[in-house]
């Protein structure tokens, strides 16, 4: 059964920091690429962050840029989002989604994610 599961996610104050987890399980992780995903309460799901399957590449959504990091343990079936420097704007659910791609590329357009997690919540409240 493939399966992701996000944690990580809870209430912090602005400027403050959190890191989430991605934990995939039912398929190997060296073939995938990954996208986290969020979506604010009232707004549409956006695109933050990918990180390709060899974790050599990775991109960001501009508005988190030079402030969320994204890395990969593959050994541990685990992405990770580093969220630093964080704003009530970012308040979310955040989703992370996996698709095959081998290699050194990466994208987070959602239509194309094969396998959805079911969200952690991150709110930015003082």
């Known amino acids: 059964q493939l399966q992701l599961v996000e944690s990580g996610g809870g209430l912090v104050q602005p400027g403050g920091s959190l890191r989430l987890s991605c934990v995939v399980s039912?398929?190997?992780?060296?073939?995938?690429?990954i996208g986290w995903f969020r979506q604010a309460p009232g707004k549409e799901r956006e695109g933050v962050s990918c990180?390709?399957?060899?974790?050599?590449?990775?991109n960001y959504a501009d508005s988190v840029k030079g402030r969320f990091t994204i890395s990969r343990d593959n050994a541990k079936n685990t992405v990770y989002l580093q969220m630093n420097s964080l704003k009530p704007e970012d308040t979310a659910v955040y989703y992370c989604?996996?698709?095959?791609?081998?290699?050194?590329?990466?994208?987070?357009?959602?239509?194309?994610?094969?396998?959805w997690g079911k969200g952690t919540l991150v709110t930015v409240s003082s």
């Open positions: 039912g398929f190997t992780l060296d073939y995938y690429a």
């Open positions: 989604a996996a698709y095959r791609l081998y290699g050194s590329m990466c994208y987070y357009v959602e239509a194309g994610m094969d396998y």
């Open positions: 990180i390709s399957s060899k974790g050599g590449s990775t």
